[in-house]
């Protein structure tokens, strides 16, 4: 970050090493072209950012043979509008128009927008309009909507006599309504959840257990994940959805009959997937619609079956999944986001009920994955990890933190496990010690958007990729730590420990420094637990180990020194009065 808050002096500095002065450009709206030698990366990025500084053209077009470089410089600096291969040379373009950076913000943030993620007055929540993301419920339909008497049945078959109720945010109004039918119909005690720990997707069960349920029935949106504790039932809630409008939107963006096409959709609108079905199955096919499944599997999955986001469905060509289309039920957000980064190889296209349109999904996935590429170098570099508990009640959680903790562990990373419920950029901008966090939540969340953070957030997949020697970047995206676990279809074992002295040395891509990229043998059952001291080289020189304290003596300022025995004793004097915004004897000067 501190790179691209490069003062216009460092231009000057490069333009003595025999780089063009970008604010020499004689016309503000003609491109500027700069040669970028791989051996200064970190010049050309002081380059670039006195060329925001001084408000240049339209765009500045770099070249340089390593891809890799514009990956770590579109982090640092702004987002990488194009990258073309011409001559053996690769080339990419920035935007300086009305994103450009401002001066001093680094990593292409404005001042102003960095300084109100870890702080703000509170005016902009005072002025925020709040806006349902999901259409409420009918009033006049509150039985068919929320499905009372399948969630009247599960209770009385299952004999519950305290029943948690949790509503998302949206639909949190009809509550009391449904809470008190649905005493009146199965004479059993609800409880309704307030406010969830994580995210309104997964079961919360941790609020559940607190007061005595014994069953949870969760409304609205949700992630499907297996849970472990408590039964659960899930009713979506009926969305409205026009299914000849769908079935229309449908003709047009597949105009061919012989199209292979699988059909995915937001749970909310699961229900009139039976409908379209029927419109669509006698045109096309090779129609594939999949179904909503959750809890644990019956069996082994057969060949061509995917089971993934609560979503299973069976391909029967021969080419594969690769051969098929996807058309997405649902609104833009994090589901389809999802789907695309894991069914990265399949072309999109999405129908939105709410606008009644439809559309060939334009995001970059080879971009979104280079900008997930980049994150998983960030912590091959770190030495401190995060480990962020996004989740309680997802099966499998504890399991994959001890995997992450072993990880890191034998790859010479010290880790830290946080519970810090929602994780926000002034939650986490209270560790500055640490150098990465990865999330270990569900399917549907784990994609965190870092870009406001102080430290970038990765998954457990990204840091497998980073840590693990025998895991190699396939293609294949997974969002679901589960599938990481011993037993799991993606899982990889740790190589054997690798003596320092045989290891093969790397080269850090983006500060240019060695590193170590070799896994350390497993902990011994002998040593003590503290790993406090430990041999620094080969002379058994004893080194204490200690990150937080490392960092602590690279700061300027550590806080108040005791001075104890140098500070003359005084009698205890008044201080001052008032609030720390106008104390009774700072008067009324004005400035």
């Not at 008190?180 to 307030?194: I, Q």
């Amino acid at each position: 970050m501190a790179v691209a808050a490069a003062a216009p002096g460092g231009a000057a500095g490069a333009d003595r090493a025999g780089s063009p002065d970008p604010r020499a450009a004689p016309d503000r709206n003609c491109s500027a072209r700069t040669e970028v030698p791989e051996r200064h990366r970190c010049h050309c990025a002081r380059l670039l950012a006195a060329w925001f500084d001084s408000g240049g053209g339209t765009t500045h077009t770099i070249m340089h043979r390593d891809s890799a470089y514009f990956y770590w410089l579109s982090s640092h600096l702004h987002p990488v509008v194009g990258v073309t291969y011409v001559g053996g040379e690769c080339r990419a373009e920035f935007p300086l128009a009305s994103a450009a950076p401002q001066p001093g913000s680094g990593r292409g943030v404005p001042r102003a927008t960095m300084a109100a993620a870890f702080s703000s007055d509170g005016e902009a929540a005072l002025r925020r309009e709040l806006r349902t993301a999901v259409a409420a419920a009918p009033r006049s339909d509150l039985d068919g909507f929320y499905e009372m008497g399948r969630a009247a049945a599960f209770v009385r078959d299952g004999g519950f006599r305290k029943v948690a109720l949790q509503f998302p945010d949206e639909l949190l109004a009809d509550a009391v309504q449904v809470a008190g039918r649905l005493e009146a119909a199965t004479e059993a005690k609800m409880f309704v959840l307030g406010d969830t720990t994580y995210g309104s997707c997964c079961v919360d069960e941790v609020a559940a257990e607190h007061v005595g349920a014994k069953a949870v029935l969760h409304y609205g949106p949700a992630c499907l994940s297996p849970c472990r504790k408590l039964p659960v039932l899930h009713i979506f809630g009926q969305q409205p959805l026009d299914v000849g409008l769908c079935a229309e939107a449908f003709r047009e963006l597949y105009p061919k009959q012989q199209s292979h096409v699988v059909v995915l959709s937001d749970v909310v609108y699961a229900h009139a997937m039976g409908e379209l079905e029927q419109q669509l199955r006698p045109e096309y096919p090779n129609i594939i619609f999949s179904r909503l499944v959750w809890g644990d599997p019956p069996g082994p999955a057969v060949p061509g079956e995917e089971r993934k986001f609560g979503r299973q469905f069976l391909v029967e060509a021969a080419g594969g999944l690769q051969d098929y289309a996807m058309f997405y039920v649902g609104a833009e957000g994090l589901a389809l986001t999802s789907f695309m980064l894991t069914w990265n190889r399949c072309p999109f296209s999405s129908f939105n009920p709410t606008t009644g349109c439809g559309r060939h999904e334009t995001l970059n996935v080879n971009r979104a994955l280079m900008r997930r590429l980049y994150l998983v170098e960030r912590a091959r570099d770190a030495s401190v990890v995060g480990i962020l508990v996004g989740t309680l009640g997802v099966a499998g959680y504890l399991t994959v933190l001890q995997h992450l903790r072993e990880l890191l562990g034998r790859a010479g990373k010290r880790s830290y496990t946080l519970a810090v419920g929602k994780p926000n950029p002034a939650k986490l901008a209270n560790f500055p010690e640490v150098d990465i966090f990865v999330l270990v939540a569900c399917a549907q969340n784990s994609l965190l958007d870092s870009s406001d953070f102080y430290r970038p957030v990765v998954t457990p997949y990204e840091l497998e990729l980073a840590c693990n020697p025998a895991r190699e970047w396939t293609g294949n995206y997974l969002t679901d730590f589960r599938d990481l676990l011993p037993g799991a279809c993606a899982h990889v074992e740790l190589p054997p420990a690798v003596p320092a002295e045989e290891a093969v040395p790397d080269v850090s891509l983006i500060s240019g420094k060695m590193r170590a990229a070799y896994l350390c043998g497993p902990p011994s059952s002998q040593l003590p637990p503290s790993t406090t001291l430990a041999c620094r080289n080969q002379t058994r020189v004893l080194a204490e180990i200690s990150p937080a304290a490392s960092f602590l003596e690279s700061r300027s300022w550590r806080g108040l020194e005791q001075q104890l025995g140098q500070t003359p004793v005084s009698k205890a004097v008044q201080g001052r009065r008032g609030i720390a915004i106008a104390y009774e004897d700072e008067g009324c000067e004005q400035p």
